[in-house]
């Protein structure tokens, strides 16, 4: 299993970009998705989260600026983020709760657990 995230890029303040993250491989279906971002020199923060059903929340420094939706048949999750800021700037991952399919071997196995993209960056700045 693999999550790609595409997207980010230099924006002026007061800009948008909207950043995407496909999950691809054995996937029997994928719960919680989530966003994640690290700013330099620092640790690595919660953006938002979405559940299968569609339940949101956010991170109180995005609430009202950044939305996440996502497309179950795609294994896609968005993060569209308006109103940039330069303290937006960070690497952005993706992550999602994935139920899985793997082989050990010859033999199938099934797990389930947490995935994370490979980060994109957002640069906020005139």
């Known amino acids: 299993v693999q999550l790609q995230a595409s997207g980010g890029g230099l924006v002026q303040p007061g800009g948008s970009l909207r950043l995407s993250c496909a999950a691809s491989g054995m996937i029997f279906s994928v719960d919680d998705m989530g966003w994640y971002r690290q700013a330099p020199g620092k640790q690595r923060e919660f953006v938002a989260r979405?559940?299968?059903?569609?339940?949101?929340n956010y991170a109180d420094s995005v609430k009202g600026r950044f939305t996440i939706s996502r497309d179950n048949a795609r294994n896609t999750v968005y993060l569209q983020m308006n109103s940039l800021k330069p303290e937006d700037t960070a690497i952005y991952y993706c992550s999602a709760h994935i139920n899985y399919g793997d082989y050990e071997g010859e033999a199938p196995v099934r797990g389930r657990r947490d995935f994370w993209g490979q980060g994109t960056q957002v640069t906020v700045s005139s």
């Open positions: 979405i559940t299968v059903g569609d339940s949101t």
